[in-house]
């Protein structure tokens, strides 16, 4: 079971972010709860996210996989995805996969959500 915040930011031109922030592992055992949390949040209550990885201490292929599916959801209804706060133990990750140059990533959440909400596909 993994535990996902979640919060809802909206920016100054009135565009709703879905802030989530799972904690602990995002590995083979949880990513599929994290991939459905994307997909609900996406579907349901914006195109735009904010994934907050200050808590998570571990990322495996799987916990990527579920990035990756997120982050393709987000961009077929034309929204946002982004990464912030990535833990040093997982941002290794990242540069080893070379995902650090596939996601939008930021050093804070603030950033993140200030990043504006123009579309990733542009």
């Known amino acids: ?3 996902i915040e979640q919060k809802t930011h909206t920016t100054q031109d009135g565009t709703t972010v879905i802030v ?3 904690t602990g592992r995002l590995d083979i055992t949880t990513a599929w709860q994290f991939r459905l949390k994307l997909q ?4 349901k209550l914006s195109r735009h996210i904010v994934v907050n990885l200050g808590q ?3 990322i495996d292929s799987s ?3 579920s990035l ?3 982050m393709r959801d987000a ?4 929204g946002s995805f982004r990464i912030c706060n990535v833990h040093p133990e997982a941002k290794l990750v990242f540069e080893v ?6 996601f939008e990533i930021y050093e804070t959440e603030e950033e993140a959500l200030e990043a504006g909400p123009r579309s990733m596909a542009t």
């Open 75 to 78: 961009d077929k209804v034309k």
């Open 40 to 43: 609900e949040c996406i579907s």
């Open 56 to 58: 998570v201490n571990f």
């Open 97 to 102: 996969t070379m995902m650090d140059s596939v």
């Open 63 to 65: 916990g990527l996989t």
């Open 20 to 22: 989530l922030a799972p």
């Open 68 to 70: 990756v599916a997120g």
């Open 1 to 3: 079971m993994i535990h």
